[in-house]
């Protein structure tokens, strides 16, 4: 019987030490070896404070991650934790490919995010990711420009109407497009309180008086030459921008980085403002989350770390090495390093203006209420019709019915 017993202690003593004695492996995104100082902190700070739990991290470029997922999802080879987009993690969460994480995070926990940030991965009730870092929208425009505009370069437009006036001052003046814009219809009239559909998601809703607004705006840019006639949107916006072919370029903080590295002269006259926020009281802000796979081996673990690595304190840091915004309430505007570094550098001043208006940051990438099976033909039809109207095809009002129309088929289906 004491040889029995014996056993049983020693089978319980191994199972215990190895139950607490764990690896977790964690996928990040193409952030190797740029911030790997700030990585391997991260990890080292961590596990010394979990002397139990070993993290293994793995970057994965950002263009084969997707594929490489679902492929270790299938083996049954997944990571514990994986660096998603916003939209990667609602389309794996709808093939039940990932798991809700509610029962590894507190509420406590959970009131550290945004809840505007929080809720983007929800889905019937169920959360599917923590929130990491963003790159919010901001309005970057060139100070010179404004100077032989006449313009005030320390008073940019603080609305969308008043980008329209600057834009017809600017053009007039010295010939200069205003802007390019990034249309995006469903994230445009989201951005002004528009919703998109009924709350049974069985039906558009998006025809409306503030919608029909919306369009006319572009419209008036459009046809008076404000905006560049191609209406090549991000990508033609970095490059316009970066030749001094356009005076304002609403865009997330992260290109300032880029115009800083490879358009050292136009970064040299370029200032930097927050974007003008529309009725729906959102500020569109595309986000960075941490998901728990379906059959990770160690979800709880993973979850720890993943709310250490996203903790204020270690979002924060991460803004000392890149142009990026915390998903939580407490951010450069209450740290003093940066507080007082946004006097010298536009990077940190953008950072810390970002940081000021981001109970309004949203990741709307998704429509709320919208299978995730329909979303990126529902998202054609809208622009395709969006675009349409704004090159004189349609009016606004007949735009936005032909879509209605079209959307409330592809809904019954």
């Not at 934790?81 to 093939?95: C, F, Q, Y």
């Not at 995006?184 to 009239?189: A, S, V």
């Not at 998202?379 to 019709?385: A, E, F, K, S």
Request: a negative charge.
């Amino acid at each position: 019987m004491k040889k029995w017993l014996v056993l049983v202690c020693v089978v319980m003593l191994t199972t215990f030490i190895m139950a607490k004695n764990v690896t977790i492996e964690v996928w990040t995104l193409s952030l190797s070896p740029t911030f790997d100082d700030y990585l391997n902190a991260v990890v080292e700070s961590f596990e010394k404070a979990n002397p139990g739990i070993k993290v293994n991290l793995v970057d994965i470029p950002y263009g084969a991650a997707l594929q490489k997922l679902q492929a270790a999802i299938a083996a049954g080879k997944a990571p514990d934790a994986v660096n998603l987009n916003t939209p990667w993690t609602i389309d794996l969460a709808a093939m039940e490919a990932l798991q809700p994480i509610d029962n590894y995070v507190t509420e406590v926990e959970k009131y550290l995010y945004w809840e505007k940030l929080w809720n983007a991965t929800v889905i019937d009730g169920k959360s599917y990711a923590v929130p990491w870092y963003g790159s919010p929208m901001v309005l970057i425009y060139n100070r010179q420009i404004f100077d032989e505009a006449g313009l005030d370069p320390d008073n940019p437009p603080e609305t969308f109407e008043e980008m329209l006036e600057v834009s017809r001052i600017i053009r007039e003046r010295t010939g200069v497009y205003g802007f390019e814009p990034n249309i995006n219809g469903y994230m445009d009239l989201i951005a002004e309180g528009v919703p998109m559909v009924t709350p049974d998601g069985k039906k558009a809703a998006f025809n409306t008086p503030k919608a029909i607004e919306k369009l006319k705006w572009y419209q008036t840019l459009y046809n008076e030459e404000l905006i560049p006639r191609s209406l090549g949107g991000y990508i033609a916006g970095k490059q316009d921008y970066s030749a001094g072919k356009i005076a304002m370029y609403p865009v997330g903080i992260t290109m300032l980085k880029h115009i800083q590295v490879n358009s050292p002269s136009i970064f040299a006259v370029t200032d930097v403002a927050p974007h003008p926020i529309g009725d729906g009281k959102i500020l569109k802000n595309s986000i960075m989350n941490f998901s728990i796979p379906v059959n990770a081996k160690h979800p709880r673990e993973a979850v720890k770390f993943v709310l250490w690595m996203t903790s204020p304190y270690w979002q924060i840091q991460f803004g000392r090495y890149a142009t990026i915004l915390p998903s939580t309430k407490i951010s450069y505007d209450s740290d003093i390093w940066f507080i007082e570094n946004a006097e010298t550098d536009l990077l940190i001043k953008a950072q810390v203006m970002a940081a000021k208006a981001s109970g309004y940051a949203a990741d709307i990438s998704r429509i709320p209420g919208l299978d995730p099976e329909k979303h990126g033909e529902f998202t054609r039809i809208l622009n395709d019709y969006f675009v349409k109207a704004i090159k004189g095809e349609y009016t606004a009002e007949e735009a936005l019915a032909k879509a209605e129309e079209e959307i409330n088929k592809l809904l019954k289906k």
